[in-house]
């Protein structure tokens, strides 16, 4: 019987870390150093299955017979983009844009197998609806969890989860940042087996 291909995580973040743990299968992490900078006119949808592949790719390149899995999440309402605030100061503003809104977080997903080099990906959408939220709400909930590192100020899997009215999609991690659903079936593709 052959080993299982090594598995590595093109991403840094604690969230998708975390996430992929719950498969219980041996992984790496590497940071991918893509530049996820949006391009002229590219839809949130495309921007976020377009970073997820330069993600797998960037890792990908350097592992020759890696399962490698880059993945990425473009949160809007319309033509309005919000991604990582980065400071408290943008936290704030997000949520005041969001607030009695539908916000749609694009949550892509690539996997690529350097042993035959087959790429799949897949998009996995999520719509939520925030409360109308009050400003000293807004200010005590950035204060209370920090929000700066994941697109659209809200951590469902936290205190954010009090934000929201309703969210509607058919993977309850994609919000978190990795849809387990998506990524379990690709992994099943190329021989892993789970559970």
Request: avoid cysteine.
């Given at each position: 019987m052959t080993s299982p291909p090594k598995l590595i995580l093109a991403s840094t973040s604690a969230y998708r870390r975390m996430l992929l743990e719950r498969l219980g299968i041996p992984f790496t992490v590497e940071r991918p150093e893509v530049d996820e900078t949006p391009l002229p006119g590219e839809t949130p949808s495309a921007t976020a299955m377009r970073l997820a592949l330069d993600k797998a790719r960037a890792v990908?390149?350097?592992?020759?017979?890696?399962?490698?899995?880059g993945s990425d999440q473009v949160a809007h309402i319309g033509d309005t983009v919000f991604g990582k605030p980065g400071t408290s100061e943008s936290a704030i503003a997000q949520l005041q844009a969001m607030r009695g809104q539908t916000v749609v977080f694009h949550t892509a997903l690539a996997l690529i197998d350097?042993?035959?080099?087959?790429?799949?990906?897949?998009?996995?959408?999520?719509?939520?609806?925030?409360?109308?939220?009050?400003?000293?709400?807004?200010?005590?909930?950035?204060?209370?969890?920090?929000?700066?590192?994941c697109a659209g100020s809200a951590k469902s899997e936290g205190l954010g989860i009090s934000l929201l009215d309703a969210l509607s999609g058919d993977d309850p991690t994609a919000?978190?940042?990795?849809?387990?659903?998506?990524?379990?079936?690709?992994l099943r593709t190329r021989g892993l087996q789970l559970p």
């Open positions: 990908a390149a350097r592992h020759p017979d890696a399962l490698v899995i350097n042993r035959d080099g087959h790429t799949l990906q897949d998009s996995v959408p999520t719509s939520v609806r925030f409360r109308m939220l009050s400003d000293d709400e807004i200010v005590r909930y950035v204060a209370r969890e920090q929000p700066l590192d919000l978190i940042g990795l849809p387990l659903i998506a990524l379990s079936r690709m």
